[in-house]
Each structure stands twice: as C-alpha cells, then as structure tokens.
C-alpha cells in the first residue's frame, strides 16, 4: 500500500489509544497540577497524580503533540488552549467531559458487537442499558450529568439565540437532567414557567441547582420515565439530547407520550444534531457511532427526523440551526382532518 494511505490509516487506528490518553489524563487530575505559565516536570506531575513517571511522560508527549498539554525545551509540561480547559475548575471546564467517558470506556468495546448484530454493544459489555446500569451506579450517573454540561453546556446560549421562546408560558423540559437548560431558559424569561421530568435517581440533582439559580419558585420538578408518562401542564415541550439516544420505535413511544401531554396550540421543540448529507466531516457522524455503541441511539438526518415526528403525532414546522453542532427543530401536532 501507498505511504500517505497507510500513514492515514495507521493515524486512525493508533487513534483509540489517543481517546485513551486523554480520558486517563483527566481521570488523574494532571491538568490540575499545572499552573498556567508555570510549567512542572513529570517527576511532580507523576508525584502529585500518583503516575509512574515515565509512563505519564510519554503520555504526555504525544498528547503535547496534538495540541493537549506544552512541552518545553527542557522536558517539563505547560498548558495549551485545549488543557487549560481540562482543569476541573477552570470556565468551561471540559474534565468532567473526558472523565465520563474515562468511567465506562470500556463500553467503546461494544461497537463491534452494534456493528454485526444491531444490538447496543454497551449491553454486551456492562450486561444492561447504559441508562438502567447508571440508576445502578450513582457516582457514575452524577459524572454523566457533569459531563453533559461539558459536552452540551455551550449550547444553551446557542439555543436561546436561534430561537424565541417568548410565547411560551409554560415549558417543560423533559429529561432535562441536572437542570441547568432550564434554568438558563427561565432566566432568560423572568415571566416563564417551567416543569422538569426526569428519572428519579436525577430529580434530586436538578433540584439543587434550580435552587441555586434562584428559579425553584418558578419550576415544578416531577419524576418518571417517558416510556410510561409525559406530564400534561406546559404549553412547550422541549427535549435535547433525549431523542438521540434511543432507536427508532423507542422514539415513536417517547413522542406519542408527548402528544398526549402537548395541547393542540402548543409545540414541541427538539435540540439535536441534524447530520448533513455527503462525505464532509460533521461531529454529528462522530457522535453517531457513540449513540449507537452506548445507548443504542441515532443522530437524524432531516428526513429520518420528519418521519419520526409523523409516527409519534407531529409535523416538523421548522428547524433553526445555531451555532453549534446542534439545530432547534420546532414541530406542532399532527392536525387530524
Ligand atoms: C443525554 S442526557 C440529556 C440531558 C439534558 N436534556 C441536557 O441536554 O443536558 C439524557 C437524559 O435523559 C434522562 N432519561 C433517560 N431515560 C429516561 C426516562 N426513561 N425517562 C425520563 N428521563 C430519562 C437521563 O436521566 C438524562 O438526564
């Protein structure tokens, strides 16, 4: 074979090992050790993670050379854009991002398993779905929730710019999860109310943070599983990241109970990737491949999205897209003729 095609090759293979690095460097808190502009030798980075040293250094380097972490000439360790953002406590920090992943890796194993039989391959591996074996493990559920805010956080303000939520009265989030997209929401509209549904092991957690943000008052936390219920009472109905996770049927379940509870004047506002069509790289691909390795879920092209709406009792009105990788799809009740 031709060079640059094994070199490419090799580049994606090798790359799983990559992710690894990346996971296990966050797991051990290296970023934290490090001050900006103040770079430490992996003799006190090792010490400090409990690491042998020259494992972690090597680590290092070939994290340093795809823009993670800054070698200096003398072999010692500073921060680049991308670890600076790997300390647990800096503004946007993405730790808890790389830490969920770190906690359940073991879960990528299952991609092959999706691959020859369609089944979810973290099942395979952990023997229940990912969501069951999390209600099971609540260290991990509540690393989930802060990771969620690593991976999606940004795409609040996104959202909220993309579209105008101005005549909702009511809204509910439906696994809305820690609480922080509908906070943020009812922030933005002091006059808005809100309802947030989730699993009970994550209602808990919600609560906390509503009181924090000072929009307790105005927001009403309930707990289940849309599999059995959507709770009536709001006039909009917002869901991001749900539909993502699950197949096809499961969604059609999700939405039906949605109609049930969505007023015949009301909407349902889906956050999500739309994954676009042709060869270019997209994140939505990216994510894709994890949706269906872990949860059994999809990212949607437009298409796959309308039929769902159609199954589940709606019509796609409109998508929005932001700024982010994610598009706000607007859509109303199916009007029976
Ligand atoms: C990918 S997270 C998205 C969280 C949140 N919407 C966000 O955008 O940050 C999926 C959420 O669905 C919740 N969930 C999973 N199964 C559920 C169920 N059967 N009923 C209600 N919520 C569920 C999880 O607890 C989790 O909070």
Same mark, same amino acid.
């Given at each position: 074979m031709a060079q640059p095609e094994t070199e490419r090759l090799s580049e994606i293979i090798v790359g799983a090992l990559l992710t690894r690095a990346l996971c296990t460097v966050a797991d051990l808190r290296v970023a934290d050790h490090i001050e900006p502009g103040s770079p430490k030798s992996t003799t006190d980075l090792a010490k400090a993670a409990g690491a042998d040293e020259r494992s972690l250094y090597r680590t290092l380097r070939c994290l340093a050379s795809h823009g993670v972490f800054r070698e200096t000439t003398t072999g010692e360790f500073d921060h680049s854009a991308l670890s600076s953002v790997l300390r647990s406590h800096a503004t946007g920090s993405f730790h808890a991002g790389a830490q969920v992943l770190h906690l359940v890796f073991a879960g990528v194993d299952g991609l092959d398993h999706v691959v020859r039989? @369609?089944?979810? @391959?973290f099942v395979k591996v952990y023997g229940k779905p990912v969501f069951d074996y999390m209600m099971e493990h609540p260290e991990l559920a509540a690393a989930f929730d802060a990771g969620m805010t690593c991976f999606h956080g940004f795409e609040t303000e996104a959202m909220l710019e993309a579209y105008d939520f101005g005549a909702v009265e009511v809204l509910a989030d439906i696994g809305g999860g820690n609480g922080s997209l509908i906070s943020a929401v009812l922030q933005r509209y002091p006059k808005m109310r809100g309802l947030l549904f989730d699993l009970g092991h994550v209602t808990a957690r919600a609560k906390e943070l509503l009181e924090r943000n000072v929009v307790a008052e105005r927001c009403r936390v309930i707990e289940g599983s849309f599999f059995d219920v959507v709770p009536p009472g709001a006039d909009a109905y917002l869901m991001r990241h749900i539909l993502h996770d699950w197949t096809d049927e499961q969604c059609v379940e999700i939405l039906r109970h949605c109609r049930s509870a969505v007023p015949g004047h009301g909407r349902l506002i889906i956050v999500e990737c739309v994954v676009p069509a042709g060869n270019d790289p997209s994140l939505s691909k990216d994510f894709d491949l994890l949706m269906m390795t872990f949860s059994g879920g999809v990212e949607r092209t437009e298409s796959e999205f309308r039929a769902l709406f159609r199954q589940g009792g709606?019509?796609?009105?409109s998508i929005a897209p932001t700024s982010t990788m994610v598009s706000v799809l607007e859509a109303r009740p199916r009007k029976t003729r």
């Open positions: 039989t @369609g089944e979810p @391959g709606f019509d796609l009105a």
